[in-house]
Each structure stands twice: as structure tokens, then as C-alpha cells.
């Protein structure tokens, strides 16, 4: 009984040790991003002054990277990943949102303007948007 009760323990302590192994909390890895940096003109090519611009994959529309856009129109994409803030975009197909900021600083949605998707390529992507 006393070697019964060894075995018992020993696959108690085991059970336990891959319990406490196997089922711990995993980190996620981080998805693979890439540099995407461009312009937000307006029709005739002046630059949207201000605003915020939205990418969010067409494959997982939860899955968004966004930018200030600066007083020259220019932006530069990142992605939120948990508290991470990671340089550059997902490649994907993406559909748009961009937002400029209107005289009492309310954000300004030219969703109609931007019907179709915007590629994200895995290299260095520079882009130019325009908003009517």
C-alpha cells in the first residue's frame, strides 16, 4: 500500500505540474507590420490640415491602424496591440475612414469619399489619399 500511495502522489504532482505548465497564460505574438506613411490631399490636391485616418483589414474589420493626420496632411500608420505601439500596418486589403476636423473641433467622417479598399504590401508603403 505504501508503494500505492507513492505512485498516487507522484502522478498527483505530475498532473499538477502540467496543469500549471500547459495551461499558464500565453503571450500572443504581435502581428507582422510594416512601414506605411503618406498624404491626405482634398480635391485639386491640397492637404487635409488636421484629422485622423482609420485602416481596418477587409479580412478582420476588428483588426484597425490609424494616424493623426498632421496640418500638412501627412500621417504615419500604427497598430495597437494590447498596450503595444507598434510602427507601421498589417498588410491586407483595407478599407478607410478618414476623419478631418471641422471649426469647433468636432471630427468630420469622408467614409463615401473612399469606396474602395487600399492595399498594404509587406514592404515599405508610401500612399497618397484623396478626399473630396
Keep these: 500500500m505504501n ?6 502522489t507522484i502522478v498527483i504532482i505530475a ?16 502581428p507582422k507590420v510594416f512601414p506605411v506613411k503618406g498624404v491626405v490631399r482634398k480635391k485639386g ?7 485622423e485616418i482609420e485602416f481596418r483589414l477587409v479580412s478582420n474589420p ?3 491602424m490609424r494616424s493623426a493626420i498632421g496640418a500638412d496632411g501627412t500621417f504615419q500608420l500604427h497598430t495597437l496591440f494590447g498596450a503595444k505601439k507598434l510602427d507601421g ?4 486589403a483595407c478599407n ?4 478631418a476636423i471641422s471649426g469647433t473641433g468636432e471630427l468630420i467622417s469622408y ?3 473612399i469606396p474602395q479598399p ?12 484623396e478626399v473630396e
Design 3 to 8: 508503494a500505492t500511495v507513492h505512485r498516487l
Design 15 to 30: 498532473g499538477a505540474f502540467a496543469f500549471a505548465v500547459g495551461c499558464g497564460p500565453t503571450e500572443e505574438a504581435p
Design 45 to 51: 490636391g491640397a492637404p487635409l490640415e488636421g484629422g
Design 62 to 64: 476588428t483588426f484597425a
Design 89 to 92: 500596418a498589417a498588410a491586407g
Design 96 to 99: 478607410l475612414q478618414v476623419y
Design 111 to 113: 467614409a463615401s469619399v
Design 118 to 129: 487600399v492595399t498594404i504590401e509587406e514592404k515599405a508603403n508610401e500612399l497618397t489619399i
